[in-house]
Nanobody, 123 residues
Framework: QGQLVESGGGLVRPGGSLRLSCTAS????????MGWFRQAPGQEREVVAV????????HYADSVKGRFTISRDNAGNTVYLQMNSLKPEDTAVYYC????????????????WGQGTQVTVSS
């Protein structure tokens, strides 16, 4: 059984930066698409950024383009989300997910999910 563990969340002021990490264990995820999702209170979980095995295949939500960057390490088992110019509306629980199917991942039907890490943007 594979597991995903997120880290790096916290409280940051508007305009600040955070870097989230998601470390996979229990199996290799190097052939899986991986991504970041977020869910604010009272809202549906939404895609933030997803990445295929190759770093050239990326997708970002319009709301984070130009501010967030997704990447993964060479082994493919750790995925990062660099978040810059954070806004209060970025406040949410951020989840890491992975699936062999790109379609399942972007449609929030991934097989593997982390437990989430809270990101709060507030002055």
């Amino acid at each position: 059984q594979g597991q995903l563990v997120e880290s790096g969340g916290g409280l940051v002021r508007p305009g600040g930066s955070l870097r989230l990490s998601c470390t996979a264990s229990g199996r290799t995820f190097s052939y899986h698409a991986m991504g970041w999702f977020r869910q604010a209170p009272g809202q549906e979980r939404e895609v933030v950024a997803v990445i295929r095995r190759r770093e050239s295949d990326l997708h970002y939500a319009d709301s984070v383009k130009g501010r967030f960057t997704i990447s993964r390490d060479n082994a493919g088992n750790t995925v990062y989300l660099q978040m810059n110019s954070l806004k209060p509306e970025d406040t949410a629980v951020y989840y890491c997910a992975a699936d062999f199917s790109w379609s399942k991942l972007v449609n929030r039907a991934a097989e593997y999910w982390g437990q989430g890490t809270q990101v709060t943007v507030s002055s």
